[in-house]
């Protein structure tokens, strides 16, 4: 059983500050890693995607991936009231017919 | 481009009845996935469709589900009987790969059984 785990949240920060999204995995061939932004009410929407270890920068957002330690985060420099939303972490093993794998998500709450 | 599209927004049915959830991908993409999210377990692969055939239905909880592609523009999830344990939002996404580059979720269907 294939499972990504992330913490429920809320994560609540202030406005202008960092704020730090977790994930873990289970599958250690997993391949391929993403980061998904829901507003309420809304669907889902892909904002980031790494496949190697290391960071990768886009604008305010950073996504960083440990293989070794089957850990995927991402940092949202500047966080602003408009960033509140659930991040769902999604996981690809790429093996077989293997499909993404959705955490549950965490709630992040950004006060002005 | 147009994205994924659902129909209905939003459906109210009562227990018993035939519910049928509609989606159109994006033009281009082979593959089709039907997923359900609820609070309790989150999103739910379902289904998955690539070039029209039906690739893997693990995830549909029973034979009350069933979906169905007749063409690349078009699938269909229809539950019956609906149960009140099926409702939740429904989220059809396609992408022009299993996995390796995202996939690109439509608005959902908000369904509730009564």
């Known amino acids: 059983q294939k499972e990504v785990e992330q913490n429920s949240g809320p994560l609540s920060v202030p406005e202008g500050a960092i704020a730090s999204l977790n994930c873990t995995y289970s599958?250690?061939?997993?391949?391929?890693f993403f980061w998904y932004r829901q507003y309420s009410g809304k669907s889902p929407e892909l904002i980031m995607s790494?496949?190697?270890?290391g960071d990768k920068e886009d604008g305010r957002f950073t996504a960083q991936l440990n293989k070794a330690s089957q850990y995927v985060s991402l940092l949202i420099r500047d966080s602003q009231p408009s960033d509140s939303a659930t991040y769902l972490c999604?996981?690809?093993?790429?093996?077989?017919?293997?499909?993404?794998?959705f955490g549950k998500g965490t709630m992040l709450l950004v006060s002005p | 481009d147009a994205g994924v599209i659902q129909s209905p927004r939003h459906e109210v049915t009562e227990m018993g009845q035939e519910v049928t959830l509609r989606c159109k991908p994006i033009?281009?993409?082979?593959?089709l996935f039907w997923y359900r999210q609820t609070m309790m377990r989150g999103l739910e692969l379902l289904i998955y469709?690539?070039?029209?055939?039906?690739?893997?239905d693990s995830g549909m909880p029973e034979d009350r589900f069933s979906a169905k592609m007749p063409n690349a523009s078009f699938s269909t999830l229809k539950i019956q009987p609906s149960e009140p344990r099926d409702s939740a939002v429904y989220f059809c996404?396609?992408?022009?790969?299993?996995?390796?580059?995202?996939?690109?979720f439509g608005s959902g269907t908000r369904l509730t059984v009564v």
């Open positions: 599958d250690r061939g997993s391949q391929s």
């Open positions: 996404a396609s992408s022009p790969y299993r996995g390796n580059y995202g996939y690109t």
């Open positions: 999604a996981v690809n093993s790429n093996s077989g017919y293997s499909t993404l794998t």
């Open positions: 033009s281009g993409h082979d593959y």
């Open positions: 790494i496949y190697s270890n």
């Open positions: 469709f690539n070039n029209n055939v039906p690739i893997d």
